[in-house]
Nanobody, 121 residues
């Protein structure tokens, strides 16, 4: 099993910044992918940004140029720096990871419990 602990959400005014963190722990042989998804009320969960083990990144069009994803492999931690926040960024943000376990084949997906980000106008 893998645990994902998220932090950094909160309330911020439009134009402000927040930094989300997600630390993975548990039975981890390697982390193949880490990312952030968001889910606003009444909407489906959608990808915000992701980063591969090699450092390749992908972003939703709506956050390109404003959000930056990064990871610290030594700490099994992924970060999401969110700048120029807009009210439409308001959502619960979920950390997501794909890992390989020690002594086991295959890749496994895990989700964090989510952290609320609220951007006021």
């Amino acid at each position: 099993q893998v645990q994902l602990v998220e932090s950094g959400g909160g309330l911020v005014q439009a134009g402000g910044s927040l930094r989300l963190s997600c630390a993975a722990s548990g039975n981890i042989f390697s982390i193949n992918y880490m990312g952030w998804y968001c889910q606003a009320p009444g909407k489906q969960r959608e990808l915000v940004a992701g980063i591969s083990s090699g450092g390749s990144t992908n972003y939703a069009d709506s956050v390109k140029g404003r959000f930056t994803i990064s990871r610290d492999n030594a700490k099994n931690t992924v970060y999401l720096q969110m700048n120029s926040l807009k009210p439409e960024d308001t959502a619960v943000y979920y950390c997501y990871t794909i890992v390989a376990h020690a002594y086991s084949s295959g890749n496994y997906q895990y989700w964090g419990q989510g952290t609320q980000v609220t951007v006021s106008s």
